[in-house]
């Protein structure tokens, strides 16, 4: 398997301009999920799929910032306009379905993708 | 107060040593915890799940105090390829029965010759 892909890995761009990051997860996956990471605030959740509808995008830092995910294959986050302060690591995880399971949360474990460093100037 | 607090470090130690990170969280309700670890410019991984009665997994042990809300990981005998950043990472639920992973800050760990 290849794991979790994203793309680009690296991305340079000045403000004001549109930034577009791209991920695949894992197949058989159901869950996907954004997160953000920067040394002063951490990892930070920005939103969460399941079964290709968002079920939680209270992290999304402002209307600045938007996700879809138009298949069981393939999200997007969108930056536009872009801001110096968006400058992060951007990481894309996925895992498969978890549940109840004798009144207990069987847990999956969550596989994350190698990151987008952006650098927004 | 953050959700999930972990004391930063770093924690600066000698190969073969023994050293411990603690952890604590804020919502009684969490359901599951674990470690992550994540090495530098790289994405995190998952080290093992925590389990009230404690767990071991080779040189790691993972503990739970859910009185305390207190998470704690040991790393017995440090190697060289320990040092990474650990992340104290809670499972908490939320509206619709879905959940979600809080992940604090990390600790540092960098464990020399």
């Known amino acids: 398997d290849a794991g979790v892909i994203q793309s680009p890995r690296h991305e340079v761009t000045e403000m004001g301009q549109e930034v577009t990051l791209r991920c695949k997860p894992i197949s058989g996956h159901n869950s996907l999920f954004w997160y953000r990471q920067t040394m002063m605030r951490g990892l930070e959740l920005l939103i969460y799929?399941?079964?290709?509808?968002?079920?939680?995008d209270s992290g999304m830092p402002e209307d600045r910032f938007s996700a879809k995910m138009p298949n069981a294959s393939f999200s997007t986050l969108k930056i536009q306009p872009s801001e110096p302060r968006d400058s992060a690591v951007y990481f894309c995880?996925?895992?498969?379905?978890?549940?109840?399971?004798?009144?207990?949360?069987?847990?999956?474990?969550?596989?994350f993708g190698p990151g987008t460093r952006l650098t927004v100037l | 107060r953050k959700e999930v607090e972990q004391d930063p470090g770093p924690f600066n130690v000698p190969e073969g040593a023994t050293v411990a990170f603690n952890c604590t969280y804020s919502?009684?309700?969490?359901?599951?915890f674990f470690w992550y670890r994540q090495d530098c410019r790289k994405e995190p991984k998952l080290l093992m799940s925590?389990?009230?009665s404690g767990n071991e997994d080779g040189r790691f042990t993972a503990q739970l105090n859910r009185a305390s809300q207190y998470i704690s990981l040991l790393i017995r005998d440090s190697k060289l390829s320990d040092s990474a950043t650990y992340l104290c990472v809670v499972n908490s639920a939320f509206s619709g029965g879905y959940n979600k992973l809080i992940f604090g800050a990390g600790t540092r760990l960098a464990v020399h010759p």
């Open positions: 925590v389990y009230s």
């Open positions: 919502n009684s309700a969490s359901q599951s």
């Open positions: 799929f399941n079964n290709n509808v968002p079920i939680d």
């Open positions: 995880a996925s895992k498969g379905t978890g549940g109840l399971a004798g009144g207990f949360f069987t847990y999956n474990e969550q596989f």
